[in-house]
């Protein structure tokens, strides 16, 4: 863990902030469900990406998947109740039970979730001006703990969720100025 952050103040320092940005707050995408609002900028051409998602365990649905980037790797989310068809249809396996974390890739082909999944993989892939690495990870897997150390909304062990320590750190500024 120290070498890991020592790696990480060093690439810092040598960054862009277009690319500290996701290393500090990740993007959330959900894959396969879609709103009006991106229905229509999809057809207005305005490019693949859904809208972003709080980072927080509370927005994921065990029904669907999604996509984590943070500039370095794209985390490709699966629910434990995600139907089989789609399971079948992305990864070529029968059902979640079968997807190994460490070696499942993205099928090649056609269908409509793959062609999504893959349009939006490779827009991340197009915007961050890099090749990033894919990881699928399903719920309850031991490599799942990369996904959630991204999810920074949620209560940590300090005891205090991401939007919590905000509003301390404004009622400090506030009383400081008061």
Not at 16 to 30: A, D, E, G, N, T
Not at 36 to 50: C, F, I, M, S, V
Not at 76 to 93: A, D, K
Not at 140 to 154: A, C, H, P
Request: with cysteine; proline share 6%.
């Amino acid at each position: 863990p120290v070498d890991v952050r020592v790696c990480y103040a060093a690439s810092f320092l040598s960054l862009s902030v277009s690319y500290i940005v996701p290393r500090i707050y990740p993007r959330l995408l959900p894959v396969l469900q879609q709103s009006a609002e991106d229905a229509e900028q999809r057809k207005q051409g305005d490019g693949p990406l859904p809208t972003g998602l709080a980072l927080s365990s509370d927005k994921l649905d065990q029904e669907a998947v999604y996509v984590l980037e943070n500039g370095a790797d794209v985390y490709l989310w699966v629910g434990r109740q995600v139907p089989c068809e789609i399971v079948q249809e992305l990864f070529n396996v029968p059902g979640i039970p079968d997807i190994q974390s460490q070696s499942t890739q993205l099928q090649s082909g056609e269908g409509p979730n793959l062609t999504r999944v893959n349009s939006i993989v490779n827009e991340v892939r197009r915007q961050r001006c890099a090749f990033l690495r894919m990881r699928v990870i399903k719920r309850g897997d031991t490599s799942e703990t990369y996904f959630y150390n991204s999810i920074i909304e949620d209560r940590s062990q300090a005891g205090m969720s991401y939007v919590e320590f905000l509003c301390h750190i404004h009622r400090q500024i506030q009383n400081k100025f008061s």
